[in-house]
């Protein structure tokens, strides 16, 4: 299988943001990511996992720690990364990529989306896909492919299992992250000690879970931080929903289904997943939800 390195990668490594500089001081998070490059060991838990962004954590005097990652400090803005190969549109709406028997290690990857203000951003699109356990891509259907959105605290949850390894590149996940109405942010999601992770040209350490052991798994967190307000958003379910049916000129509040057509800003859509409309996800905002016609 063709790997997904590009042959001209962007330069690893966080990207500056407002604020970086002298002007700011140095974030338990930034430290944190320059130890993470440096080849440093990853702080960990009593039972030998990464301290999860939600853990309490101490220094070496007991003091609490703020929990890392963190919104606080400037630099969080999640940063991009390409798409590979491998992105298939229209993966079906669901929390969990995995079945009974799917061969793997299990994980579970969860967190938060905040805004650049670091408020919570509800219904924000997250689209997943990865490699089997065996480092494939299905491109057939939409195995280990599935897309969900934030809840009302901003909080996801994706159930799913550590992908295999593939020719040229580290361990991963890819994933797009989209707010109401706003750009779509693709990037990866990386594994702490991997080996390839130093040998890896697109590897990020400002993108790596907090990963630890759970039983027989694993369990991951990373809270994105998307380049937008979050002091407002659709609420959830919408308020005062339309009593028409589906079809017609788009409207807030309907449950539209597969196959649908309506008409938004004189251009015709048609439907491709199920789901209830909100204000900020108009046809043209979301192509996961509606494919153009005109």
Same mark, same amino acid.
Do not use: D, K, L
């Given at each position: 299988m063709t790997s997904d390195t590009p042959t001209t990668p962007d330069e690893p490594g966080p990207r500056p943001g407002p604020g970086s500089g002298a002007d700011r001081g140095i974030s338990r998070k930034t430290l944190l990511r320059a130890a993470v490059a440096a080849g440093a060991a990853v702080p960990l838990l009593a039972t030998g996992g990464v301290a999860l962004a939600r853990d309490a954590a101490r220094s070496g005097d007991g003091q609490r720690l703020t929990p890392t990652p963190y919104c606080d400090d400037g630099d969080d803005l999640t940063p991009d990364q390409m798409e590979g190969p491998y992105f298939k549109p229209n993966s079906p709406l669901r929390t969990s990529l995995v079945t009974p028997g799917t061969p793997g290690t299990p994980l579970t990857v &969860? %967190?938060?989306?905040? $805004?650049?203000?670091?408020v919570p951003l509800s219904g924000v699109l997250l689209d997943f896909w990865q490699a089997d356990d065996n480092g494939d891509y299905d491109m057939a259907g939409y195995t280990f492919r599935g897309h969900q959105f934030s809840d009302a605290t901003g909080a996801f949850a994706l159930k799913t299992i550590v992908p295999g390894l593939y020719p040229g590149r580290t361990r991963h996940i890819h994933v797009k992250v989209q707010a109401p109405g706003e750009p779509v942010l693709t990037t990866q999601l990386y594994f702490p000690g991997e080996p390839r992770n130093s040998t890896d040209m697109i590897f990020d350490p400002a993108l790596l879970m907090n990963v630890r $052991?759970? %039983?027989g798994g694993k369990e991951g967190t990373f809270d994105f931080v998307l380049n937008v307000d979050g002091d407002t958003g659709p609420t959830d379910p919408p308020t005062d929903p339309p009593t028409d049916p589906p079809g017609g000129t788009w409207a &807030? %509040?309907?449950a539209y289904t597969s196959g649908d057509r309506v008409t938004y800003g004189g251009r015709s859509y048609r439907c491709l997943q199920a789901h209830? &409309?909100?204000? %900020?996800?108009?046809p043209p905002n979301v192509p996961a939800l509606w494919q153009s016609e005109s």
């Open positions: &969860s %967190g938060y989306v905040f $805004g650049r203000n670091c $052991g759970a %039983g &807030s %509040g309907h209830t &409309s909100m204000t %900020g996800w108009e």
